[in-house]
């Protein structure tokens, strides 16, 4: 009895979570319906149209996607993405949580407005620096190299990192640091056996965030390291697919959901360090 | 005070310092072991500086997909025999990525513009190598007309090479459709008209237009208004009206907006009504033409629309004609656009992809692939794949009265701003004095 009522009362909470994962999936299904949908049938009728007759799987095809993955150079592409992305999510997020830590626990001058500059950061559009960034990488031999992008990204990057993982470190028990210490850890053992373990949660949605952020990346891939065939990330690739007047945009369909593949599989794999408590067990009390 | 101060200025250098060491390989190494020892080896394998590396010239375009593919296959007889590679970067946002490029002091080597008014704009910042000294210009005076080395020309000096052409003043039909119903090709504009009266009489729709392009929605309004502006006022009235000699609102541009209107703003006349032509794609609007029974018989637009038709649609289901003339005196010019080759470092090797794509050869070998019309005059004739495309060339390359697509030369804000958002609005229904005075304002800004 106490079962169903409960269930009942629940009822109008999940109705609408149901509701709005409904609304907010609906483009992306019909993506993925129109990326399985020959071109012609595409440019004649809405993608909604297959479910009068969605048994008749003829009316999938598998040619978009055959046609973006045989591309040439899309192998290249896929290695370029994530060297790319790799060094650019770990790179910030390394530094990011040195900083974090430092913010939230040292005591020292000028701490505070030093991390008001840094969340002031946050609000400087990219596109502000490409052209006096781009000028410096040029002049030291930057350009055009991954180590380049690499730094830009960081550099784009860290203020949200330090911020988010400033707050995350500075919610932690102020007692456990305080054991710590008794016990005769340095800040840096502090950091490394207390800190870092308990915030693996939040390393990892950052990392999420970093990575979908430079995996989806073009402008600044286009940029720094320019669309050529031995550096250009898979996102200059897939663009460079639609001619110049939007001729074939119906293969990019079939390329969203290739490029999503790497992400998808990322969060997957860090999805269960968010399920996780995050401070389980670490202070009896 | 003072003293406080130096002190947190001190600590402040210091945790600076602290910071950037804490990037210091030994505590990297701390934190994530494995991943961090196979990236930094990756920096060694990959820091080639990419461009301007000897033996390879970097070029950008907006060309993708198969139009890539038809380029670098026009480009492969020059890699073999000089050995020059083509390092080709495709991005449609071309005009930020250039200036930016440009600005930083990091240009390709050549670049392929698709408005002249970019090449204007480029040449105005000094990015531009002149080229009177690259190619030789008695036999570039032979290659191509003067209106197209004009347009490639700024301030005296020749800035660009012309390389693929469109040809805008084309009505496309269906022949088989036209047959059926007896209906006969019009050569003037009231014979056009009267063939739309006729269609409607049978039930039918006479045409098909689409000005849905996403951001750039309305500029298959524009080349109509411009095409028949050539044809009602004639191509000196045309130069005034796009360096903004003449206002908006002057009546000449006002009787161009009600003929274009007196078409698309008709809903008897247009697939869809004017809810259809507002939200057509440009790229799907054709695609009536070849239902049956045919949603609508005719269709302006550029040569490359062909690009677009749908799969199983032969060269015998279409054909084309001249958008007729209007006003007998100004006869049926050509409206046109194209791609200029422009070159923004000089190195030997872009001297020598120049001078290639000066010569007829590269044109042919695309040409021979489709979807390609050149402004060049020594492309053989035989080149192109059929007589319908031979045909547009051969207006292309030798039209008396030529004129460029006049939303691509005049400035940003009014050819790819307000002129393109006028044309919506004015068939949306919106009152064309207002739509015109809307225009005028903004181009009072822009052109000072």
Known sequence: MNGIRRILARFPLHLAVIVICLIWLTPTVGLLVSSFRHKDAVFATGWWTVFRIPMDFAQFRLDN???????????????????????????????AAFAGYAFAWMEFPGRQVLFVIVVGLLVVPLQMTLIPLLRLYNRVGLAGTFLGIWLAHTGYGLPFAVYLLRNFFGGLPKDLFEAAYLDGASPLTAFT?????????????????????????????????????????LTLKLSAMVQSLGQDWHLLTAAAFVSMAVPMLVFFTLQRYFVRGILAGSVKG | MARRMYWILLTATVVAGLLLSSCAPQTVTVTVPVEKQVTVERTV???????????????????????????AASVEPFTKETGIGMAFETSREQATVLVTRVQAGNPPDIAILPQPGLLVDLAKMGALVPLENIVDMDQLKKDYSQAWIDLGSYDGHLYGIWFKGALKSLVWYNPKAFQEKGYQVPTTWDEMIALSDRIVADGGTPWCIGLESGAASGWPGTDWIEDIMLRTAGP????????????????????????????????????????????????????????TPPGCYMHRQASFITGF????VTAEDYDVFAFPSIDPQWGVPALGAGDVVVMLNDTPEARAFIQYLASPRPHEIWAARGGFISPHRGVDPNAYPDELTRK?????????????????????????????????????????????????????????
């Open chain 2, 236 to 291: 000196e009235v045309y130069d005034q009206w796009v360096n903004h000699e003449i206002p908006w609102t002057d009546s000449a541009v006002k009787r161009a907006w009600e003929l274009f209107g007196q078409i698309a703003r008709n809903e008897q006349y247009v697939w869809g009504g004017t809810t259809g032509v507002l939200s057509t794609n440009f790229g799907d609007s054709p695609r009536p033409l070849f239902d």
């Open chain 1, 193 to 233: 056996r207390l800190a870092l373990p308990l915030s693996v949660p939040s390393l990892a949605s950052l990392g999420i965030f970093q990575f979908l952020w430079v995996w989806n990346d073009l402008l600044v891939a286009l940029i720094y390291l320019g669309g050529t065939e031995k550096v250009a990330p």
């Open chain 2, 392 to 448: 547009q060339a051969q207006i292309l390359a030798s039209a008396e009265v030529f004129r460029f697509d006049g939303s691509d030369l005049m400035p940003a804000a009014v050819g790819a701003g307000s002129f393109w958002t006028g044309v919506m609005d004015y068939v949306g229904g919106k009152d064309l004095d207002a739509v015109l005075q809307a225009i005028e304002k903004s181009a009072q800004d822009a052109y000072k």
């Open chain 2, 45 to 71: 394998e990959v820091t080639v500086p990419v461009p301007t590396s000897r033996g390879v010239v970097t070029v950008l375009g907006v060309w993708g997909g198969s139009e890539f593919e038809a380029f």
């Open chain 1, 65 to 95: 996607y055959i046609q973006v993955l045989t591309a040439q150079g899309m192998g290249r592409a896929f290695l370029n993405s994530l060297t790319i992305a790799i060094p650019s999510t770990i790179i910030p997020i390394t530094i």
């Open chain 2, 309 to 312: 038709f749908p799969e199983g």
